[in-house]
């Protein structure tokens, strides 16, 4: 059974002093809840971590970075690699999220060099999938997806690919209103499945997870996670207040109870 995963990203919000804070918050309202059977993390700033780290240390949450470079050190100005996130106390790495495509010319064979070097040390990464409003319009969602999977895993032994955290989040359901409607969602997500199953196998396919983000919050996230292929929510705006992130893990918690029961 896999693992259901409950993940936010801080993106550019929470200096030291409001991570502190949103820690100290987190940790008092899961501190009773049952959290065992869920993986959960938070991506603060680069500048955060260390503190978050410390911060988290010992409660259920883990940290990651919201990016990383391919290299290990060198002439890359303004970057941050992956010893150095390892180093200030990260577990995971959030890797192709939509704004880095959209406002850094990401690319995913960038992402594949990222992705490789991340295995390589022993982060988690959570690899961002998802196609444009116009790819969606011209009914090519699926391929998009597969070409954007299939290119940032290539050369990675089969084996190792449920390490990796797939994240299902069209990039037009991110930062709006309301998030991709559970049918669509549905379809995705089998589709991002089956394409597992075909270049990688059936087992692959069963043990990796496929968490998804765009506009969740605590009101429609049950009904996302009641998704047959849904491991999980990747939350945004929602979470970016300790009180909004306590309610999605213990949707997650919920239902990975749930799921253990059936
Ligand atoms: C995101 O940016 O990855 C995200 C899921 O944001 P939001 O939940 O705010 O749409």
Known sequence: MRRLVAGTGWKMNNGIADSIRYAEELRSRIAAMDTSAIDVYVLPP??????????????PVAIGGQNMHWEDSGSWTGEISAPMLLEAGCRYVELAH????????????LVRRKLDKAMSVGLIPIL?????????????????LASQMLTAIDGQPDTRVPEIIMAYEPRWAIGMAEAASPGYIAERHRALRNILRKHCGDEVAEKTRIIYGG????????????IEDVDGLFVGRAAWKAEGFARIVE???EAARRKQLA
């Not at 961002?128 to 998009?144: I, Q």
């Open 46 to 59: 680069f500048t955060s971590l260390t503190t978050a780290a410390y911060a988290f240390d010992g409660s």
């Open 98 to 109: 939509s704004e880095r495509l959209q406002h850094f010319g990401e690319t995913y064979e």
């Open 128 to 144: 961002c999938l998802g196609e444009l409003a116009e790819e969606k319009a011209a009914g090519r969602a699926d391929e998009v």
């Open 215 to 226: 506009s969740v919050t605590p009101e429609n996230g049950k009904d996302i996670l009641e």
């Open 251 to 253: 949707l997650v918690s």
